[in-house]
């Protein structure tokens, strides 16, 4: 009898895969918002945390991010395919990068003191802070890099569902973290934190909590490692390990990923700019607030939603397809892979662009800690920001059809040229008033993803021929121009919820947020999917199929 099977299928994968994504964002949006309450979102403490604790994770990925995705992961699905299940290379490779990833943890929190001058503008007043923090954050190199190894030998086994909810725990913890901190320390509301009144048990309530959800998250793994059954144990030396053969084929990756962390880095240091000026302009009569590192950074997480709950789930299957094709030598099947899915995924992420422009107040209400100033400003970074969402999206999947024929060298490529353009505005903005530096460097966001779709554009066009693009273009037009007209209608339900006046219904509460968000987010999307069908664009029906055809098989 042929053994049976023990991996879940892939639609229940895709499906547990993909209902983790989305409680971890909600969750995340939770965190973020209960994380304003605490510290607020334009304090000066707020940036100074918020510079600290995306260096971890900075770190991570610009010194071995690359290698364990590029180099690691290929050689782990390999393993998994001999008889010992590739348990004797698994036990090398787990060992030698816990042992590597704990030097470099050890090494960087070490060295905090020097790093932080070098990756921020934090002025020596505003350093120590920064410094305490990282002494308690930069041990999450160490565990966000175990979270990552032991996750790809689960999914090489093809147990996916461990490491698309392992993020789920990390949230819980900070968020019962951020509502203790809340109960015992209290809230900026009522405190008004500062440097100079912070005290050593906030910083072990937040930044504790926050690195204890990420030791968790990657603890917990733990437990669906053990049930493989791989006999794992501690085991060096680097001969068999096959770094050498791999680490040609992964070479472009991981220079990418350094280039594009590299720019990252920059973005970061301009950024906290305007932090280091918060003390003037809060000195100023009356005190005025003006846009920090949080700021970009939830303006980010905000506007990558759309891409992260559709773009990468869609992806994922039309990547398997271009591999696939490739394979095949069939280049028309990869080009209408790719026509197909641009057009598929613009469907979506135009009409979210256009209601996180519209409701960016009502959104960023929930993310201000109940400051209305807070909130204008955190729209208006918004904003900025989601105009160009639809680009982010489009250059991810057309970056897969490169990955998709182990083409890594052409995305190097244009990493180098966004770079040069992405740093380039970046110290174009650091020129801006301090109050503007913000909103300057969302600026060089967007200019940055539309200029990414002309780049792979010209680069696909050289690889594959025309791939459809003045289809892509012409549909993309219908999408705008019915997104302009569900926008007109959620604008006009906004000004009638008084969204444009300070004293309006919109601002009184989250309360009053939620229904402006409810009652105009619908309005949009009928509004959208009318114009849609006015407008002849039958790649409406081909998105919502699946969706519908669930739906249907649950009644």
């Not at 999947?397 to 040069?420: C, G, H, K």
Request: charged residues 10%; positive net charge.
């Amino acid at each position: 009898m042929a053994a049976q099977n023990t991996a879940p299928s892939t639609a229940r994968s895709s499906a547990v895969m993909a209902a983790g994504t989305m409680v971890s964002r909600v969750l995340g949006l939770v965190r973020t918002a209960l994380l304003a309450v605490a510290i607020g979102n334009t304090g000066l403490v707020t940036d100074i945390f918020s510079s600290a604790n995306v260096l971890p994770n900075f770190i991570y990925l610009l010194v071995a991010g690359g290698v364990f995705n590029a180099v690691l992961v290929p050689q782990i699905i390999k393993a998994s395919k001999r008889e010992d299940r590739g348990a004797d290379y698994v036990s090398r490779i787990l060992t030698l990068s816990l042992v590597f990833l704990a030097v470099i943890a050890a090494l960087a929190t070490i060295a905090a003191p020097l790093i932080l001058p070098l990756v921020t503008a934090l002025n020596p007043d505003q350093l120590p802070l920064a410094t305490v923090f990282a002494y308690w954050l930069f041990p999450q190199i160490f565990f966000y890099g175990a979270y990552a190894v032991i996750g790809q030998i689960l999914n090489a086994n093809g147990r996916f569902g461990a490491y698309m909810w392992a993020p789920v725990v990390n949230n819980l913890v900070a968020i019962a973290g951020l509502i203790v901190f809340i109960t015992f320390v209290g809230r900026q509301e009522t405190e008004q934190f500062s440097p100079e009144t912070w005290t050593s048990t906030a910083t072990l309530i937040l930044a504790g909590s926050t690195t204890l959800g990420i030791v968790l998250q990657a603890v917990v793994l733990l437990f669906p490692l053990k049930k493989l059954g791989l006999g794992l144990r501690p085991s060096f030396g680097l001969r068999g390990v096959g770094l050498g053969q791999t680490g040609k084929v992964a070479k472009w990756t991981v220079l990418t990923m350094l280039v594009g962390n590299g720019a990252y880095l920059v973005y970061t240091k301009v950024a906290t700019i305007a932090s280091a000026a918060r003390p003037d302009y809060q000195a100023l009569t009356p005190p005025q607030e003006i846009a920090g590192h949080l700021n970009l950074e939830t303006a980010a997480m905000l506007y990558i939603i759309p891409h992260s709950v559709i773009t990468l789930s869609l992806a994922t299957v039309l990547f398997n397809r271009m591999s696939h094709a490739y394979v095949e030598k069939d280049l028309d099947g990869v080009r209408e892979t790719i026509s197909r899915g641009l057009r598929a995924i613009g469907v979506a992420t135009v009409f979210c662009a256009a209601v996180l422009v519209v409701l960016a107040g009502p959104i960023s209400m929930w993310f201000s800690g109940g400051s209305n100033a807070s909130a204008v400003i955190q729209a208006q970074v918004l904003v900025l920001l989601a105009a160009s969402a639809p680009f982010l999206s489009a250059t991810f999947l057309m970056n897969r059809a490169f990955y998709a024929n182990e083409d890594a060298r052409t995305p190097l490529i244009m990493q180098v040229i966004l770079s040069i353009l992405g740093v380039s505005l970046a110290l174009a903005a650091a020129a801006l008033p301090a109050d503007r530096i913000v909103f300057g460097l969302a600026v060089a966001y967007s200019i940055g993803n539309i200029a990414a779709v002309v780049l792979s554009h010209i680069f696909l066009n050289r690889k594959l021929g025309h791939y459809g693009a003045g289809r892509v273009f012409d549909l993309h037009v219908r999408l705008t121009v019915a997104a302009l007209g569900a926008s007109v209608v959620g604008a006009a339900a906004l000004a009638m919820f008084g969204g444009y006046t300070s004293d309006g219904f919109a601002w009184n509460s989250l309360a009053n947020a939620v229904v402006v968000l409810v009652v105009c987010g619908t309005l949009m999307a009928l509004s959208y999917a009318a114009m849609l069908r006015g407008l002849k664009v039958k790649e409406l029906d081909e998105f919502l199929a699946p969706l519908l055809a669930r739906l249907k098989r649950r009644a």
